[in-house]
């Protein structure tokens, strides 16, 4: 990517440079749409909830900004040698998921695959102005993470048939919670800056936020919430490539305390689907924010915090 032209557009609001994951194009004094586009392979066996996740994956980097998204379209790949049952039900779960977003899928695009995948091209809509990007966090905000992390672990485990149904129903569940409401806890409350927590793992989003807002981080190990069931699948090393793959480049830009295990940087650095939100909060709104999360039903964690620095960094103690 980095070796292609940048486009550049008056109207172009967000695009390549900030590392976020979705554009901003404005269109009139009030409107800016906000687009992006994601899709995956099946990381659970059943059809279903493998829709629901991806689409509410997809629509993940629309409530990151700060934007209401209102139009999708499905993009599969899918072999044509497979029970199409097995589709109707991955795009049912996507139809539900999106009417529960009040989106409208209106069509889409569907290609013969040897491996399925299955996401979404996403429309939002967004005041120009208001959008919230990787680039404001502020020394001394507070880091706040809405969904536990291990999902690329537990999936991964899965497929080896390693984890436990519980572990695997309870990292489902959460995968195909929308970010809605913590958007909108967001919103209410106000922030400085947000990404959301996906392919790239905690620490390489948290990366992206600390590069384009100028700032380092620091994040405590004990604070940060995990799934059930993933300190014991570390141990029969189940971390995914894409989390090793993140482990490796996380190692240029991050400083472990001694104590920090083996296992805990992988866990730090595991892939995501449809994680949280990841929040940088004025120390002064952490309390309203904590309770507008909670009056939601959304779990807010409180996991670290913004310091200043010439030069980004992520420092993670025990
Ligand atoms: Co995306
Ligand atoms: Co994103
Ligand atoms: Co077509």
Redesign the pocket.
Known sequence: MSQLPKHTHPNLLVGVETGD?AAIYQLTDDVAIIQTVDFFPPIVDDPYMYGQIAVANSL??VY?MGGKPILALNIVGFPVTLDKQILTDVLRGGYDKAGEANVVIAGGHTVDDPEPKYGLAVTGVIKPGDQITNSGAIPGDVLILTKPIGTGIITTAGKAKLAPESVINGAVRVMAELNDKAAEAMLEVGVHSC??I?GFGLIG?LNGMTNGSKVAARLRLSDVPVFDGVWDLLSQDTAPGGTHRNLKSALAFTRWDDSISEDAKLLMCDAQTSGGLLLSVAPDKVGAMMNALEARGVMGKNIGEIIESTEPYIEIVA
């Open positions: 994951d993940s980097d990151a990404t959301d996906t989003h």
